[in-house]
């Protein structure tokens, strides 16, 4: 597949000086999230797909509904389409702007969600008002990533690469097991954690994510939760 990238498709990357999860340390300012009891859902109502192939050499900007019950007419066979995913984006040279929502509901297959930035940012919202649980990928070389997820989101989180500043919201904070962190990965559990954990030969078929960066900044936040740039000083120069 063109979008399972490893740590031997990422550039050499040098040592990392900060490796410790920080919350907004670099001056930004970050919200919580005004919780609404209705869910939300992409304002201008679009057809559904499935298996949607985006690739790129330029920004990738939209917003999509996945069905993952709508067969295609190429990929009949069910573990075909488990290889290619239900959305696989792409961006060669540019960045990467997207907003998903998942018809599904709890009782419907798990949707697979890629996207792969090859020299850009990414910016990935999970929308899933009907709690159909989702796989997310999200890998760039050299840009940031930034990942909104749905407060229904229940399930492990593997961060890899080397990245300059690791931001979590406070709701995501608030919510979040840490089990290991390593100079080029860091593992977690985010929501209620089984109680009777989660055994080495157990598969998981909840929501997952996957964020792979080479140098950039990895924040992740749940919808409705803002990240503000920080602000410039008054203080003028000399004084």
Same mark, same amino acid.
């Given at each position: 597949m063109i979008f399972n990238v490893t740590k031997a498709d990422l550039p050499p990357l040098p040592p990392s000086d900060i490796d410790s999860i920080v919350t907004a340390t670099d001056g930004s300012s970050i919200s919580p999230p005004p919780y609404n009891p209705s869910s939300p859902t /992409?304002?201008?109502? /679009?057809?559904? #797909?499935n298996c949607l192939d985006i690739s790129r050499c330029k920004n990738i900007t939209g917003s999509w509904r996945?069905?993952?019950?709508?067969? =295609?007419?190429?990929?009949?066979?069910?573990?075909a389409m488990d290889e290619r995913g239900n959305l696989n984006l792409l961006g060669r040279f *540019?960045? /990467?702007?997207?907003? =998903?929502?998942?018809?599904?509901?709890?009782?419907?297959?798990?949707a697979v969600l890629r996207a792969?930035? #090859?020299?850009?940012?990414? #910016?990935?919202?999970?929308?899933?008002?009907?709690?159909?649980?989702?796989? /997310?990928?999200?890998?760039?070389?050299?840009?940031?990533? #930034?990942v909104f997820l749905p407060p229904s989101f229940r399930g492990p989180i593997t961060i890899? *690469? =080397?990245?300059?500043s690791l931001i979590f919201s406070p709701g995501i904070q608030s919510k979040l097991m840490t089990f290991s962190e390593r100079d080029d990965q860091s593992s977690h559990f985010l929501g209620d954690y089984p109680q009777g954990g989660i055994g080495a030969d157990e598969k998981w078929e909840g929501d997952e994510l996957s964020l792979t960066t080479g140098f950039g900044k990895i924040r992740l936040c749940y919808l409705g939760e803002t990240i503000?740039?920080?602000?410039?000083?008054?203080?003028?120069f000399g004084r």
């Open positions: /992409i304002s201008n109502p /679009i057809p559904a #797909t996945i069905d993952t019950s709508l067969r =295609v007419p190429s990929l009949n066979d069910a573990n *540019g960045d /990467i702007n997207a907003e =998903v929502e998942l018809v599904g509901d709890a009782s419907s297959s798990r792969t930035a #090859t020299r850009g940012s990414i #910016t990935f919202k999970l929308i899933s008002p009907r709690r159909q649980t989702a796989k /997310i990928e999200c890998a760039s070389r050299s840009g940031s990533i #930034t890899g *690469g =080397v990245t300059r503000e740039p920080p602000k410039k000083s008054k203080r003028r």
